[in-house]
């Protein structure tokens, strides 16, 4: 009997994921600090969330309808991540005319003048918050007090992030540890809580939406220079858990380096990836102006993620 060998097209294995499933997924992630973030700062969190989703949504479709003329993709997520992500790196009490600004920053030129998902270079919601951090570093840098429930929201109570108390040696009037888990302090709106991020990260890994390797190889890269720096000389430099539970080093680690697009395709390169990331948030953080580093390094390590895929080349399929 003839016996003959018929190799249909790729692919062969399907394993179920889409666009649409993964960016949805991860906004099921964001869930938990969504909450903590109403919880704390009320209406300004909610005001925040909804301009800045609204906006990107709205720039994406305009821009895809009117000025790239090709069919609309609003549909996967993309944009509304993006805004859910923005807001998550600005205070509850910014401006709306501001957040409009940064979507439209993020939208409209960090991601469509590059193609749209899955071509943009750096990462459109970070680009967005630096663009507003560069731009307005006053309105940027004022952080509402967070509240109790039921949550207020009181213009002009404003703070200090746990950061800029570090960044002007006040050390001393650090908030407790008890506090930095569950959120208490001030900061953007998905910063503040560890634990909810924690969450979030928990359940990506869960569902396969991403994997350990940046996160754990920035937190780890982290916690190991600032606490080698801590053991030579602790009066001046804190104790390395308080930058893991600072800032946005959480979130930039869970949810902002790990995006697909941006980051590298090979777990060497994920690992390298995530090592870059860590030393320059540490070495900004220690010896920079701004108190935060975390988005200037995962932009600047988005920049060499190409070079990154060069040299750290995923293995084909049936290679040894």
């Known amino acids: 009997m003839k016996k003959e060998l018929i190799v249909s097209p790729s692919p062969h294995i399907h394993g179920g994921d889409s666009v649409e499933k993964n960016m949805y997924g991860v906004l099921v992630a964001l869930g938990p600090a969504f909450l903590l973030s109403l919880y704390y700062f009320g209406l300004g969190a909610l005001t925040v969330t ?127 540890y008890k506090d930095m888990l569950l959120g208490k302090m001030g900061g953007s709106l998905g910063e503040v809580s560890a634990i909810a991020l924690v969450i979030g990260f928990a359940f990506m890994l869960f569902r396969k939406i991403i994997t350990w390797h940046i996160p754990v190889s920035i937190l780890v890269t982290v916690f190991v220079f600032t606490g080698i720096m801590y053991i030579v000389n602790p009066e001046t430099y804190v104790n390395p858990v308080i930058h893991l539970l600072s800032g946005g080093l959480l979130l930039g680690a869970i949810f902002m380096a790990t995006d697909y697009v941006t980051s590298p395709m090979s777990i060497s390169g994920m690992i390298v990836f995530g090592v870059g990331i860590g030393l320059l948030t540490s070495v900004i953080r220690l010896f920079g102006a701004y108190p935060e580093g975390v988005s200037f390094a995962i932009l600047i390590m988005n920049a060499v993620t190409p070079l990154i895929n060069t040299y750290f080349k995923p293995k084909h399929f049936g290679s040894k």
């Open 50 to 176: 909804l301009v800045s989703v609204s906006a990107c949504v709205l720039f994406e479709f305009l821009i895809r309808k009117y000025l790239m003329k090709q069919p609309l993709s609003i549909s996967d997520g993309s944009a509304i991540l993006t805004g859910v992500l923005l807001a998550f790196n600005l205070p509850s009490n910014l401006q709306v005319w501001i957040i409009i600004v940064g979507a439209l920053f993020a939208v409209g030129v960090a991601k469509m003048p590059f193609g749209g998902l899955g071509n943009n270079i750096f990462n459109p919601a970070l680009a967005g918050r630096v663009f507003l951090l560069i731009s307005f570093p006053a309105q940027m840098t004022i952080w509402p007090v967070p509240g109790s429930f039921p949550p207020t929201y009181v213009d002009g109570e404003t703070g200090a992030t746990l950061l800029s108390l570090l960044n002007d040696g006040a050390g001393a009037k650090l908030p407790a």
